[in-house]
């Protein structure tokens, strides 16, 4: 039992002061949503369990390290919108790794509008978070415009 008081003093370290158990709860809803996400992304490439397990413990880790609610769920939108952007590549690459001409596949007018469309998609999350990082517009407006 000499290592108990060690490894909980690690623990202590990494975590920090810790969140409110509201922020907490959002980081494991989150986690976990995100987790399923990519594992539902990489299923064709890896397995489903590693890819929730590190998809979910990344994000955990990656929101749990935020020092604000608002960052968390900045961070998460965030994180929400690239793994929109990423649903092109993880839908592709399996066809690019079997197909002979894979430029000429990935060229495609098809492929193409696929991914700007999943950009757009990414856009909203994106747009989200940067609202929530950033806080209200109008007073930001206000304050630049007055020079306070």
């Keep these: 039992m000499a290592t108990e008081p060690a490894l909980r003093d690690r623990v ?20 976990v949503g995100l987790g399923t996400a990519t594992a539902w992304l ?11 397990t590190v998809g979910a413990l990344a994000t955990a880790g990656l929101l749990y390290t935020r020092p604000t609610r608002r960052a968390v769920a900045a961070t998460a939108c965030y ?18 790794i079997g197909t002979d001409a894979p430029v000429a596949h990935l060229l495609t007018t098809t492929d193409l509008l696929l991914f700007l469309a999943f950009l757009a998609l990414a856009v ?13 517009v109008l007073p930001r407006l206000r304050a630049r415009l007055t020079g306070r």
């Excluded at 990494?14 to 986690?31: K, Q, R, S």
């Excluded at 990489?42 to 929730?52: E, I, K, Q, W, Y």
């Design 12 to 31: 202590a370290r990494a975590v920090g002061d810790g969140h409110d158990a509201v922020t907490t709860a959002f980081v494991l809803a989150a986690a």
């Design 42 to 52: 990489s299923a064709d490439l890896v397995g489903r369990l590693p890819a929730f």
């Design 124 to 136: 909203a999350p994106l747009a989200l978070g940067y609202r929530i990082a950033t806080g209200p």
């Design 79 to 96: 994180a929400l919108a690239a793994l929109l952007a990423l649903v092109p590549v993880a839908y592709e690459l399996p066809v690019l």
